[in-house]
């Protein structure tokens, strides 16, 4: 399968990332309807709160040369899910923004790294409330998988920790650690696509 950027949403309005201004401008996203078609926009912290809106997503799986998946643990100091882990990267475009640029964006802000032949997985939509904030993911996410290589430089804003992990350290940190509440959903649809691009390494 062909890296490629989203073609299974309507639109191809450039992206328009927040003005300058800083942390003072709120920071929109996308509200779609349950079809993926954009409905509208939302403030961010609004869009999360209870019992909440469907927006779009994505969520990003770099595996290593082993087929090791890149884990983060999120940063202590967000305001949604924080310290705990999940996968690779995963956001939210800007309105208008393709998924796919916005998945390759995100990865290179937080881990200072760039994805290699990157390619879609579909796109997921689930509904998880976070039991620790309160806040609720009612999200139509955009799947992508991927290679990395490289020394990664995260930034300590948004991540506190990362890992590699083969299925079998997956299962055992998922027994001593907590997970984004996300985390299942997105892995259990992305794993078709995972098989394909690790080709069979580490067994998933």
Known sequence: MPSSPATDRPGSAAAAPPPAGGAEEPIMLELVDENGVTTGTAEKLSAHLAPGRLHRAFSVFLFDEDGRLLLQRRALGKYHSPGVWSNTCCGHPYPGEQPFVAA???????????????????????????????LVEQEFNHLYVGLVSGPLHPDPAEIDDTAFAGPADLAKLRAEGIFSAWFGSVLDAALPTVREVTGGRAGW
């Open 104 to 134: 390759a964006r995100r990865t290179a802000e937080e881990l200072g790294v760039a994805p290699a032949l990157m390619r879609e997985a579909g796109t997921v939509r689930y509904n998880h409330p976070d039991p620790a904030s309160g």
